[in-house]
C-alpha cells in the first residue's frame, strides 16, 4: 500500500511544469475512479486545486476542449496568472458561472485525456489509474445508471478513438492502482516518443 505523504512530498520535490505551477494529470479510463483519487491526493497535498476536465468538455465536444484549456487555463498558468473557466453544466447542457483556479505550486487535472500530447509538455507528472477500459466503463455506468445508457454508449466509443488516436499510458510516469483499502502506484514503464 502506498503513503500519500510520499507521493506528495516527491509531487512538490518536481521541477515547476506550467509557470509557477506544478501541473499534475490524473488520466484514466472513464470509471477507473480519477476523481476520488485526485480528491486524495489534493487532500494529501494540502488542499490543492483540482480541475476536472468534465467541466471543460460538453455533449459536442467530448474531446475537443483542449483550447478552451489552453486558453483559460494553461496559458494563464504559464504568465502565473489565475485560470479563469466556466464549467459545462452537464444537466442544463450550457456553460455555468465562471471559476478561479490561482496559480498555485501544486494543480491537479483530472479527467480522460489529461495525458494527452497538447498538455503533457506542461506537466510535472502524469499518473494513469491502472484499471482496464471494460472494467472501467462496467463501473461508470452502473455508477450513472441505466437512464444513461445512451450516452455511455457514444462515450465509450468516442474514448476508444481518442486514446488510440493520442494514447495517455505510454507516457504515465506512474501507474496508480485502487485497492480495497488506499491505492498503490508504481513506475510505468518507459517509453520512447
Not at 152 to 163: L, V
Not at 178 to 193: H, I, L, M, N
Amino acid at each position: 500500500m502506498g503513503d500519500l505523504d510520499h507521493l506528495a512530498a516527491a509531487i512538490r520535490a518536481r521541477p515547476v511544469s506550467c509557470g509557477p505551477v506544478r501541473l499534475i494529470a490524473v488520466d484514466g479510463h472513464a470509471g477507473s475512479g480519477k476523481s476520488t483519487f485526485s480528491a486524495t491526493l489534493a487532500e494529501a497535498l494540502g488542499g490543492v486545486p483540482v480541475l476536472h476536465l468534465d467541466d471543460l468538455a460538453t455533449h459536442q465536444e467530448l474531446f475537443d476542449w483542449t483550447g478552451r484549456l489552453d486558453a483559460q487555463v494553461i496559458g494563464p498558468f504559464t504568465r502565473g496568472e489565475a485560470a479563469r473557466y466556466a464549467p459545462y453544466d452537464w444537466t442544463l447542457r450550457r456553460f455555468g458561472p465562471e471559476r478561479t483556479i490561482d496559480a498555485t505550486d501544486v494543480v491537479i487535472v483530472e479527467g480522460v485525456g489529461a495525458g494527452r500530447r497538447a498538455l503533457r509538455p506542461y506537466l510535472a507528472q502524469l499518473l494513469w489509474m491502472d484499471r482496464g477500459a471494460a472494467a472501467s466503463w462496467a463501473r461508470g455506468r452502473h455508477r450513472d445508471g441505466p437512464a444513461l445508457t445512451d450516452f455511455w454508449d457514444g462515450w465509450t466509443a468516442a474514448e476508444a478513438r481518442h486514446f488510440a488516436g493520442d494514447p495517455s499510458r505510454p507516457f504515465a510516469d506512474l501507474l496508480v492502482r485502487e485497492c480495497y483499502k488506499g491505492y498503490e502506484w508504481f513506475r510505468a514503464p518507459s517509453v520512447t516518443a
